[in-house]
Structures are given as C-alpha cells and as structure tokens.
C-alpha cells in the first residue's frame, strides 16, 4: 500500500468511524474524484484546507441534487456502534490469550457513537499493547476499505484511492 493510499484510508476511516449524528458529512466527488468534508463552517478537502469560491458554489449547487440517481456526489456512508463493535471483536478474535484480552473485549463491547474506535485510544496509550497497534492500523484500513468497495459496488460508483 502507497503512502497516498494509506493517508486516503485513514482519511475515510475517520470519515466512516463519525459519529452518526455528528453534523459533519464526508463526500466523494466522482467528477473530480476526490472526496471533501461538510461542516456547518463551509466545505473542506482532505487535508482540512478550505474550499472556497468557485469550487465550493459548484460543489454545493451539485450536492443539491444528491439524492438523484444521476448525482456525482455520494455521502460517504458511517459505521453504526454495532459495525464498530464487531470491526473490534473480529480484530481481537485474531490474537486469543493476549494481555489484557478481556478489558479490551469489554471496552469494544462498550463503544459509543464517538470519533473512531475504543481500541485507537486503548492501544495507543498503553505501552504493553502498544506493539499491536501496527497490525490494528492495517486490519482497520483493510476493513474500511472492504466496506467502501462494499458500498461502492452497491451504488455502481468506481472509487479510486489514489
């Protein structure tokens, strides 16, 4: 996986781990084939830089008709807190006996509608599980990739990373 490829992962990932009813959106454009944030401040790319006049007049015009089968732009759909539990469940389930099973399967069970995953701010902070993190990075953004391709294939968009 290229850097770029990765940096896009991350990005989408933070995209579909939002809370659900969080008031920012996440968007793919296919015109231009890149994705952008919606806040109630303005539109913004992927690296949090503004998008103003006439990038953002063309891209809010367009989001007007977004619920069209012709639109070219798509709301980049959330994970519920049961996806999100069961994304952490499945990961967990790969490393059986490790330190600290059972407080991490408990905390994944317990995930709220917040920013990302319980297990991002666990393995982070604590120094023994630290070397897990790594290999939890790489299951999230394959998994994230898997239910965007998932996604993409339902609604006959070709979605590129790069």
């Not at 949090?48 to 989001?63: A, F, W």
Request: hydrophobic residues 45%.
């Amino acid at each position: 996986m290229t850097d770029l490829e990765r940096f896009n992962l991350f990005w989408l990932c933070h995209a579909m781990t939002a809370p659900v009813k969080s008031e920012e959106q996440y968007y793919y454009d296919a015109r231009t084939k890149r994705f952008f944030a919606s806040r109630p401040s303005g539109l913004f790319d992927m690296v949090d830089l503004t998008l103003g006049p006439p990038v953002s007049t063309d891209l809010l015009d367009r989001m007007a008709d977004i619920d069209s089968e012709a639109s070219e732009i798509v709301e980049i759909p959330r994970l519920n807190v049961q996806d999100k539990v069961a994304v952490q469940l499945l990961f967990l389930s790969n490393f059986p006996g490790v330190i600290h099973e059972e407080a991490l399967r408990l905390a994944a069970e317990k995930q709220r509608d917040t920013d990302g995953f319980v297990l991002d701010r666990l393995l982070d902070k604590d120094e023994v599980l630290a070397p897990m993190l790594p290999y939890w990075d790489d299951f999230k953004l394959k998994t994230i990739q898997f239910y965007l391709e998932k996604f993409t294939g339902l609604i006959g968009i070709a979605l590129r990373l790069l």
